[in-house]
């Protein structure tokens, strides 16, 4: 069955930087364009990035631009979220996500936190 697992996510320092993982099994990962996700309390999930099946990335909201790298390594299976200069409103859980057969599938997430 497909899982999605995230991880890299703790407590940084405004500034600082993090990389999430996410690592995907039981599809062919190669196929399928990946997406990573935030979602803050109180607030709606909202994407914030997406590759193509080649690790190129077509999508980041404005709010992450030129902070925010998404990139795949296919050979492992895993797609990754550098995030840099860190912000407070930055904090929320991340997840990791990807489309099959018009089915979204969901990790379980990993809590990002954002302060001094």
């Known amino acids: 069955q497909v899982q999605l697992v995230e991880s890299g996510g703790g407590l940084v320092q405004p500034g600082g930087s993090l990389r999430l993982s996410c690592a995907a099994s039981g599809f062919t990962f190669s196929n399928y364009a990946m997406s990573w996700y935030r979602q803050a309390p109180g607030k709606e999930r909202e994407l914030l990035a997406r590759?193509?099946?080649?690790?190129?990335?077509?999508y980041y909201t404005d709010s992450v631009k030129g902070r925010f790298t998404i990139s795949r390594d296919n050979a492992k299976n895993t797609v990754y979220l550098q995030m840099n200069s860190l912000k407070p409103e930055d904090t929320a859980v991340y997840y990791c996500h990807c489309a099959i057969s018009g089915r979204s599938y969901w990790g379980q997430g990993t809590q990002v936190t954002v302060s001094s």
């Open positions: 590759s193509t099946t080649t690790g190129g990335s077509y």
